[in-house]
């Protein structure tokens, strides 16, 4: 996918612009389209040099929910709109956010639409941000939408930290292992090394072995930095390709320990996300298309929009739910009640609650899991190392003995 930059004019003649996530410049055409919006030019978005270090700083999910549920208050309280964003756009200490407020603002007193003016920002405020404020100006219920959207945000940005943690863990330890390895290798084993050579004593086989390891790591340690860099770029070039990027996300679903956390998470997204969509009051096929592109996995999103097509032929959304073999029965069981007793924002939000309590449940087991094995790998790579450096030392002692 790439970003495409695109003006165009709206039904009633307004001018409008923004920037747009998509596989093709036709599939931008199309989606605007969608959106009562006719496009005049679409052009792909040049690639920005990102530098080591940030200017200016992004907004971060804290920064949004605090805006968010300060917005609501006011609107809540009978503020005008364009009041509301000057009051906030003043008290934001984030200068880089401050502008966009400001932005947003002045798009709104020449008579844009709010949601329109966020639309121009898709850094700040994501696709769903922007179709839920659009619904909640349609139907008056702004206040109640930002609302919705503080917790959305808040419990989203929960379950992915929780995944997150999951991951960052038992691949911090292993770093600080490899770390160690090095420095063992690098600083302390040369030092027994002379010393075993000025005995004249012949090794032990362990010994020897981990003497040849640092002798080939000091002469040639670039060739492993080297090669460790030139996995990571083939890496990211492969992840950054479609094809790539769908061989992995498959590869996260499938993986022994992390696959199960890994697809309880993504069922919690999709449900909440959907459920807040359509508790606001937007269509199931325009919700469903807009979960598919912030669900953060190729294989969901392809599942999604397969789902999406056969709705829009007449099915159910249980029947092909279940046919993706992506979901749980239960979940797909329980949008089937929800379609048949029509609360499928209800049940869509019972089951989020549920899915996230279960990757809370299933992070903290897997910690438990994971803390005793790391301590074991660290434990015996380091203690065989030293053991491996002390056998000479403990044969002399013998033989003095």
């Not at 496009?39 to 971060?60: D, H, M, Q, Y």
């Not at 934001?92 to 329109?116: C, H, L, M, W």
């Not at 249980?318 to 924002?345: H, K, R, Y």
């Amino acid at each position: 996918m790439a970003t495409y930059v695109w003006t165009g004019t709206t039904r009633t003649g307004e001018d409008a612009s923004g920037e747009m996530t998509a596989d093709s410049p036709e599939d931008v055409k199309n989606k605007l389209r969608s959106q009562n919006i006719q496009p005049a030019r679409i052009k792909k978005k040049a690639t920005e040099l990102k530098l080591p270090f940030a200017i200016g700083g992004g907004v971060s999910n804290k920064e949004l929910v605090v805006f968010t549920r300060q917005f609501a208050t006011m609107i809540d309280a009978g503020l005008p709109l364009v009041q509301c964003l000057d009051i906030l756009a003043s008290a934001e200490p984030n200068k880089s956010f401050q502008r966009t407020i400001y932005s947003v603002k002045a798009d709104v007193e020449q008579g844009s639409t709010f949601a329109s003016a966020l639309n121009k920002h898709p850094k700040v405020f994501d696709e769903l941000y922007v179709n839920l404020v659009a619904a909640g100006e349609v139907g008056g219920i702004l206040d109640s939408i930002l609302n919705r959207l503080a917790v959305y945000i808040e419990k989203s940005v929960k379950t992915a930290r929780k995944v997150k943690g999951a991951f960052s863990y038992p691949l911090g330890v292993l770093g600080v292992a490899i770390l160690v390895v090095i420095v063992l290798l690098w600083k302390v084993i040369p030092v027994f090394e002379g010393m075993f050579e000025s005995m004249g004593a012949e090794l032990p086989k362990p010994t020897q072995m981990v003497i040849a390891i640092s002798d080939w790591f000091a002469t040639n340690w670039w060739l492993l930095f080297g090669g460790m860099f030139l996995f990571s770029m083939a890496f990211r070039a492969f992840h950054s390709s479609a094809w790539g990027r769908m061989k992995f996300d498959q590869l996260m679903l499938r993986l022994p320990i992390f696959g199960g956390l890994v697809k309880k998470a993504a069922v919690a997204k999709f449900t909440r996300t959907l459920g807040t969509l359509v508790s606001a009051g937007v269509p199931i096929l325009d919700g469903l298309e807009i979960v598919s592109r912030t669900a953060g996995n190729r294989v969901i999103e392809r599942a999604i929009m397969k789902v999406r097509d056969q709705i829009s032929e007449g099915r159910t959304m249980a029947e092909p739910l279940a046919e993706a073999n992506i979901f749980p029965s239960m979940v797909v069981q329980m949008i089937g009640v929800g379609e048949a007793t029509g609360a499928m924002d209800t049940m869509l939000n019972k089951i989020a609650d549920f899915y996230e309590d279960e990757v809370d449940v299933a992070v903290d087991a897997l910690t438990a899991l994971l803390e005793p094995i790391m301590m074991v790998f660290i434990g015996g790579v380091v203690g065989g190392l030293l053991v491996a450096m002390y056998l000479p030392i403990f044969t002399m002692a013998d033989t003095v003995g």
